[in-house]
């Protein structure tokens, strides 16, 4: 088999990982004279890593955070000092999330509740964990969109399935002019 057929039989049985860095791999393993085993352990871990990559980007995909760069590496917490920083760092274990428990940040506009969350909400899905992001508007609206489409017993059961439900921004805009709103 030459590497044309290679590349096609690997990318066939969707291995797309070692097919992307099959070449390079032989290459490193004659100049270093790698075992056999070794070369096949490192293409597996390219496949791996892979799939890790995209499962993640569908996950965050999903989530559908509305600023997708937002960590706790980007965080200012000196811009809010009396912010509990070891609390944020325990929540971004996602501890409470296989604990079941819940978690409600207060504070007033601009102290920094929607970046912490959207950070806690990516920990959580690198952690392996589905999460749903929507701002409360957004999320009353898809609401009455699937009443309106009688899909809300779907909607309603694709929510449940989630394990991290975040709801931003409540009460930060009439509820009722959202649902009415032409």
Not at 4 to 26: F, P
Not at 53 to 61: E, H, P, S, V, W
């Amino acid at each position: 088999m030459n590497m044309n057929e290679l590349d096609h039989a690997l990318r066939k049985l969707r291995l797309s990982g070692m097919a992307d860095t099959l070449e390079l791999r032989l290459l490193e393993a004659q100049s270093e004279r790698q075992a056999p085993i070794d070369t096949v352990s490192v293409l597996v871990s390219d496949e791996l890593l892979r799939r890790q990559d995209r499962l993640l980007g569908r996950r965050m995909k999903k989530a559908r955070f509305r600023d997708k760069e937002r960590t706790l590496d980007g965080f200012d917490f000196g811009f809010n000092k009396t912010l509990n920083r070891k609390l944020v760092f325990e929540l971004a274990t996602a501890r409470f999330v296989s604990q079941r428990e819940d978690v409600l940040l207060l504070g007033p506009p601009g102290t920094g509740k929607s970046h912490l969350v959207q950070a806690i909400g990516s920990a959580a899905i690198t952690q392996g964990y589905q999460v749903y992001y929507r701002e409360a508007h957004v999320l009353i609206e898809e609401l009455m969109d699937a009443t309106l489409d009688e899909r809300r017993k779907k909607h309603m059961a694709d929510l449940e399935r989630v394990e991290l439900l975040i709801i931003d921004d409540l009460g930060m805009r009439n509820a009722e002019a959202a649902a009415y709103r032409g």
